[in-house]
């Protein structure tokens, strides 16, 4: 069974078609690219699949684990293992870091019928990852992501993943903002997850952080339909030769179906 | 409409009936002023500017008395104490001794009862009961100064720094009774002292606390004030306080306002001298169909002081709060530093906040803000806690808390700040 298995999905907002039937199937272990321009559609599907309820699903299916995912709430996306590292992390003042992340690892344990980790074996955890991960500890003792830096908000994305632990990790434009050396460590982060049991889903506009998490599929979504698909030379292509030639080759079966 | 007449005559009659025996000289005369004086305002109306989002009519329609006594309050003085405070607990206008500990304060500081205070310490009270609560124009004040006659005095004698905090706790508890307390707080140059004065109430009483309370800060004084209000859902609480602080005095007030069915606050603060630092703060929780009306006024009248100020109220349900703060800079408070902000965050479709911020600023070389905010939880926020594992519940107490937090963290007597959190969290 493929742990994501996406089938004719079309989505709205604000009236809007933005997803016009998307199929896409990821197994565990897989490392996905999906490029796109913007307004293809690539952050869309990404905040379809966290449950953003500003987006309307119009058609289509989405089994996770074989499970209709679009019924769920997104806390119970995510405590059946799905995570999305926001293009935009939020920022919540009046919120420490380290009290948010423990709500939420112990939301999602509890989901999953786990104990609660104490004060001492959650701080044994977290230390741990901050290792991995080259994350400044005086992070944890600030607001969530407030006034954090671009760089900064998005390692401590990163940083929540490796805690949370997520069987699907869907990465929005991760990358967008973010220097080469952030690229780096983030992809350092990501790549440290990368096991059988897991997947990833790395939405992009640029190739550049593909050279770092290597993906083993490449999809190329235009106009909220994915019109290509190929292994990860795909992404030096459409690096060099840009997205115009798709878009050309994708204007001519609509032309013929008319 | 019941004729507003009627409740004057009823308060007249209360008036009349009241004990002047053993009163200091000076007394009586300012009690028969201030009964003349609410005679002639009555209670005030909506077309009076300072109550026009606050009807009072609830209060006025009931022909409340003074509490017959003898009720047992213990379980409500345990509820409402705080663990290891000294405390001067009142129980519907009367001073319980059994449930009071006031006999060691150090440096000569103490905490008495009003009444025995105007017979044993007049001459210490005489300079400040009645001189900064003026009721000229403030019906409620002139209530309660022509009809108190119990309260707590807390006097800190100069140069005297009280470590641990003072709890003044009013229990409201008989159905029908008026309670007037009268708290008088005086700190002499130099001293130091944290008063945490509290009303709170059983949950089904309808009763009316008119409280007023007046605070003497001397030069190089500082004193931390939390107020806070636990009536029942039922209880009228109008309150009034007026503070008085003299040159380099350091003053902060906490007001949290948690209870009542009307809840109306005034506080007051005249910064008579240079080098002064007021903080008022302020904290309302609102459900049900709960009205909280907070009016602050700050009043720099000299040169190179600091206020600051804020404000932030949860409302729910159809709930309804008021805010009116006004800043007066005066012609010679030049350098003045004054800062106010109010923020509400609205929980229902039906609750709702009147909010105004007014300064009146005549020195030109000063630095005033203000800002008021109304808003509902972030969406955005919600569905990044959300997206987290954190179920909807949880993630709405989690930024309700945060909201809250930025006020309940300044608090610094820990018991209180320690009931605050478990109140803010389990209300959200």
Request: glycine share 8%.
């Amino acid at each position: 069974m493929a742990l994501l298995e996406i089938r004719g999905l079309t989505a709205e907002a604000d009236g809007k078609k933005i997803l016009k039937g998307v199929d896409l199937t990821v197994n565990a272990g897989e490392v996905h690219a999906i490029m796109g321009v913007n307004g293809s559609g690539k952050s869309t599907l990404a905040n379809v699949l966290a449950g953003r309820e500003a987006y309307k699903v119009t058609g289509g299916e989405v089994l996770y684990k074989g499970q209709d995912l679009l019924e769920m709430e997104p806390e119970e996306r995510a405590g059946e293992g799905l995570f999305l590292a926001f293009q935009y992390p939020v920022e919540i003042p009046g919120v420490n870091n380290t009290y948010f992340l423990k709500a939420a690892l112990n939301a999602i344990r509890k989901y999953q019928g786990q104990e609660p980790l104490d004060a001492v074996q959650f701080m044994a955890l977290v230390k741990e990852k901050l290792k991995i991960l080259h994350i400044d500890p005086s992070l944890l003792q600030r607001p969530v992501n407030e006034g954090f830096s671009g760089g900064e908000k998005k390692r401590n994305e990163i940083f929540q993943l490796a805690v949370l632990d997520p069987q699907l990790a869907i990465l929005d434009e991760t990358d967008s903002g973010l220097d080469i050396d952030a690229i780096k460590s983030v992809s350092e982060g990501v790549n440290a997850l990368r096991s059988p049991d897991r997947a990833v889903v790395v939405v992009t506009h640029y190739q550049r952080i593909l050279r770092y998490i290597v993906p083993d599929f490449v999809h190329v979504l235009l106009d909220g339909r994915i019109v290509l698909s190929g292994g990860k030379e795909l992404a030096q292509k459409v690096d060099t030769e840009g997205f115009e030639w798709l878009e050309a080759q994708a204007r001519q079966p609509a032309l013929a179906g008319n | 409409m019941a004729s507003m007449t009627a409740p004057v005559d009823h308060y007249s009659a209360l008036f009349a009936r009241r004990e002047s025996a053993g009163l200091p000289a000076w007394l009586p005369p300012l009690q028969r002023a201030a009964h003349s004086r609410f005679a002639e305002l009555g209670f005030p109306t909506r077309r009076d500017e300072e109550w026009r989002f606050t009807d009072i009519r609830p209060i006025a329609e009931v022909p409340f008395r003074p509490a017959s006594g003898g009720a047992d309050a213990g379980a409500l003085a345990a509820e409402f104490g705080f663990g290891g405070l000294a405390q001067i607990v009142f129980v519907d206008g009367r001073y319980a001794p059994e449930l009071s500990s006031i006999d060691e304060l150090p440096g000569g500081a103490k905490v008495v009862p009003l009444s025995g205070a105007l017979r044993s310490h007049a001459a210490l009270l005489e300079p400040h009961l009645g001189r900064y609560a003026a009721f000229e124009r403030e019906p409620f004040v002139a209530l309660n100064t022509a009809l108190f006659a119990e309260g707590a005095f807390l006097h800190v004698p100069r140069g005297v720094a009280m470590a641990e905090p003072i709890h003044i706790l009013y229990l409201a508890t008989e159905d029908g009774a008026m309670i007037t307390p009268r708290t008088l707080i005086v700190a002499d140059e130099g001293s130091q002292a944290t008063v945490v004065e509290s009303y709170a109430g059983s949950g089904t009483a309808v009763t009316f606390t008119n409280a007023v309370t007046e605070v003497a800060v001397a030069e190089r004084a500082f004193v931390d004030h939390y107020k806070l209000q636990r009536e029942g859902d039922r209880a009228f609480h109008i309150a009034q306080m007026k503070v008085n602080l003299k040159a380099q005095s350091v003053f902060s007030s906490h007001s949290i306002t948690l209870g009542a069915a009307i809840a109306r606050n005034d506080v007051t603060a005249y910064l008579g001298g240079r080098h002064i630092e007021c903080t008022l703060n302020g904290l309302y929780l609102g459900h049900g169909s709960r009205l909280i009306d907070n009016h602050t006024a700050i009043d720099h009248a000299m040169p190179d002081c600091g206020s600051h100020e804020v404000y932030k109220g949860i409302l729910d349900g159809r709930s309804r709060g008021v805010f009116n703060g006004k800043i007066f800079v005066r012609e010679d408070a030049q350098k003045t530093d004054a800062k106010q902000t109010n923020r509400t965050l609205l929980l229902s479709e039906d609750a709702q906040i009147n909010t105004k911020p007014q300064l009146e600023i005549f020195a030109d070389d000063v630095k005033c803000t203000h800002g008021a905010t109304v808003g509902q939880l972030n969406a955005e926020q919600l569905f990044y806690l959300r997206t987290r594992g954190i179920a909807l519940d949880e993630a709405r107490a989690i930024l309700i808390y945060a909201f809250a937090g930025d006020i309940v963290n300044r608090i610094k007597v820990p018991a209180l700040r320690e009931a605050m959190d478990e109140i803010v969290g389990s209300r959200s």
